[in-house]
C-alpha cells in the first residue's frame, strides 16, 4: 500500500481498505518501519486506532534506518540500543501503546541472535512488545533465538512456486510450536494468473530486480500457472484462492498474509478460507507442480545476501 509495486494508491482509499478488512473478519495486519520507511507503519496505525483492541499488529525492525528521519542506509541493523529506538518509533507511527508481533526483519550477521531475543524479551517485559517474531531466518537461528525468549512466529517466502521451507524450516517450527506466516503466498502476484511474460510494471516496482519475473522466465513460468488455473477451474474457484487454499491446507498453524490494494482482491482472497481441498485435489496440485522447475531466483543478488540460511 505504501512502495514497492509502483506508486502508492490514494491513502485515504487505504485506509478505508483496511478498515473494510477489520469489517469482513481480518485481525492479523503486517508492516514494517522500513516500507516507506515509516509510511506504511503511519497509514496502519491511522486505520487502525479506532479498533485497535480487536486486531494484532505486526511491525518489524532490523535494517539501518534512521529512527528520527527515517533516512535508509546500506545493510542490517539489530543492535540492541538500535532495537530498542526502532520500535520506540514504531509504537508512536503505530499510535499504540504496545506491539502484538515484533519480528527482526532479516537476521543481522554482526549481531549475536542470543542478544536480539534478548533485548526483545526486555521490551515484552516493559510491555512495549507481546510477542517475538522472525523473517527470513535459517533453522539454526531460530532454535538459538527461541531458547533465549520464546519466538511466536516466523515469516518466510512460500507458496506453490516457492517451497523450499518445507525441507527444514516447517519441520522445526512443528517441533518448537511456532507459527509460520507466508508472505507472498501468491507468488508476488504471479499465480493469480493475471501476469504474463509481455506485463509492464512501472518503473518502482521491485518485481523488476527480480529474476524470477524476468520475461523470459516468466515465459517458463507460465507453465505453472497453467496448472493452477487447470484445477480451479475445475474446482470453481479463481486460481489466487486455489493459491491461497493449498497454503491454509498444510497445515493449521500456518497463516499467510496476502496484501492488495483493492477491496475486490481482498475480498476474493478471503473467499480462499471457504475453499476445501480433498486429498485428490491436493494430491493433484503436487503432482502438476511437481513436474515443472520454476526458473529464476526469487530474489536479486543483491537481495539474495540478506537471507539467512
Not at 487505504?14 to 473478519?25: E, F, K, N, P, S
Request: hydrophobic share 40%; net charge negative; no cysteine.
Amino acid at each position: 500500500m505504501s512502495f514497492g509495486l509502483g506508486p502508492a494508491p490514494d491513502r485515504n482509499d487505504m485506509i478505508a481498505l483496511i478498515r473494510a478488512a477489520v469489517a469482513h473478519g481480518v485481525t492479523l495486519f503486517d508492516t514494517a518501519e522500513v516500507y516507506g520507511p515509516f509510511t506504511n507503519e503511519a497509514l496502519v496505525g491511522e486505520a487502525l486506532k479506532p479498533m485497535r483492541q480487536d486486531v494484532v499488529i505486526a511491525t518489524k525492525f532490523g535494517w539501518n534506518v534512521d529512527p528520527q528521519t527515517g533516512t535508509q542506509s546500506e545493510g542490517l541493523n539489530s543492535r540492541p540500543e538500535h532495537i530498542r529506538a526502532a520500535v520506540d518509533g514504531s509504537l508512536r507511527r503505530l499510535q499504540t501503546s504496545y506491539i502484538d508481533l515484533l519480528y527482526q526483519h532479516r537476521v543481522d550477521p554482526s549481531v549475536p541472535i542470543e542478544d536480539v531475543a534478548g533485548t526483545v524479551k526486555d521490551l515484552i517485559a516493559a510491555g512495549k512488545v507481546r510477542h517475538f517474531g522472525l523473517s527470513e531466518a535459517g533453522v539454526r537461528t531460530i532454535r538459538s533465538a527461541h531458547a533465549v525468549q520464546p519466538v511466536t512466529a516466523v515469516q518466510s517466502e512460500y507458496s506453490l512456486w516457492w517451497r523450499e521451507p518445507e525441507a527444514e524450516i516447517v519441520p522445526a517450527l512443528e517441533e518448537l510450536g511456532i507459527g509460520f506466516v507466508p508472505f507472498s503466498p501468491l507468488g508476488k502476484g504471479f499465480l493469480t494468473g493475471q501476469i504474463n511474460e509481455t506485463t509492464t510494471f512501472s518503473d518502482n516496482d521491485f518485481r523488476n530486480t527480480v529474476p524470477r519475473f524476468s520475461p523470459e522466465n516468466r515465459k517458463s513460468n507460465l507453465a505453472l500457472v497453467d496448472s493452477v488455473q487447470r484445477i480451479a477451474k475445475r474446482k470453481s474457484v479463481t486460481p489466487a484462492q486455489l493459491a491461497l487454499a493449498w497454503v491454509l491446507a498444510q497445515h493449521p498453524w500456518i497463516v499467510p498474509i496476502p496484501g492488495t490494494t483493492k477491496l475486490q482482491r481482498m475480498e476474493e482472497n478471503l473467499a480462499a478460507a471457504e475453499v476445501e481441498l480433498t486429498p485428490d485435489d491436493l494430491r493433484e496440485i503436487d503432482e502438476a507442480s511437481a513436474t515443472i522447475v520454476v526458473q529464476g531466483a526469487r530474489y536479486s543478488e543483491a537481495s539474495q545476501r540478506w537471507i539467512d540460511r
